[in-house]
């Protein structure tokens, strides 16, 4: 599926191999992986001693401080991201959509940029991840349109506009707009706590307990945006 899609892309959605997607067809083993990575920049954030610091660094400092390679493997294997990006906005990914469209048809872009959002992270990873955020949900969103509403928390209708977007487009808004990465739920610290614990303690029960309570709250969240939706039509 990525060849062809590089094949067929042309020049713009060429990547160097370390921007390829991490895990080819295999979407929960590409999600395992980009957690991995998403946590890191956790842990490497919440020790960092720059306020405000918010609950789930503040309240769990301790967890994240063991989180190790092994743990952090075992609580990255989640069937969705561990990081938003403002997946539920439909100004930021009909922005980007219309940015492609003008482009491929040769109108000067007078589009205004979405609000600028104050930067979560200053850990100095922040930019390599977000290009592999970034990239690997424009993969998902390409090669899985329908379980990409879950894999990554996002609206069909927010999946649909990103589906239209360049890889280009991506790695730059990586790029420009890193600032636009957050960990979900930030204000749930218990969530963050049952994650973090079943990964340090390697208990397979309170593991799948952790996985599937994060299910429940994103498919709850994306529920409310398609009633939201609904309303506004």
């Known amino acids: 599926m990525w060849k062809n899609n590089e094949a067929g892309g042309a020049g713009e959605g060429k990547l160097n191999s370390t921007e390829r997607p991490l895990a080819g067809e295999d979407v929960l ?3 395992a992986e980009l957690n ?21 660094f503040r309240e769990l400092v301790s967890l994240w401080s063991q989180l190790d390679v092994n743990s952090r ?5 989640c069937p969705y ?7 539920c906005d439909p100004y930021r990914w009909q922005w980007l959509s219309d940015q492609h469209a003008n482009a491929r ?5 007078t589009l205004r940029a979405p609000v600028s ?34 894999f990554l928390g996002m609206p069909s209708y927010c999946v649909a506009l990103l589906r239209t977007c360049s ?29 973090l614990e079943a990964g340090l303690s390697a208990d397979p029960a309170a593991l799948e307990m952790a ?18 939706k609904g309303l506004g039509r």
């Not at 979560?120 to 349109?145: E, G, M």
């Not at 996985?211 to 939201?228: C, N, P, S, T």
């Open 211 to 228: 996985r599937l309570h994060g299910v429940q709250l994103l498919a709850m969240e994306l529920k409310a945006h398609d009633r939201l």
């Open 73 to 77: 493997r075992r609580a990255a294997a």
């Open 81 to 87: 991201l561990l990081m938003d990006a403002g997946f």
């Open 117 to 150: 959002f104050g930067k979560f992270f200053t850990a100095p990873s922040l930019i390599d991840v977000a290009r592999k955020v970034f990239t690997n949900a424009w993969y998902i969103a390409q090669s899985q349109p329908v379980g990409a509403t879950l």
């Open 36 to 56: 991995e990575q998403c946590l890191a920049l956790l842990a490497e954030q919440a020790l960092r001693p720059i306020p405000p610091t918010p609950p789930m």
């Open 29 to 31: 083993g590409m999600l």
């Open 167 to 195: 890889m280009q487009q991506l790695m730059d808004l990586a790029d420009e707009h890193a600032g636009w990465l957050r960990p979900r739920w930030p204000g749930r610290p218990k969530v963050w706590q049952d994650l």
């Open 105 to 109: 048809s040769g109108v000067q872009d």
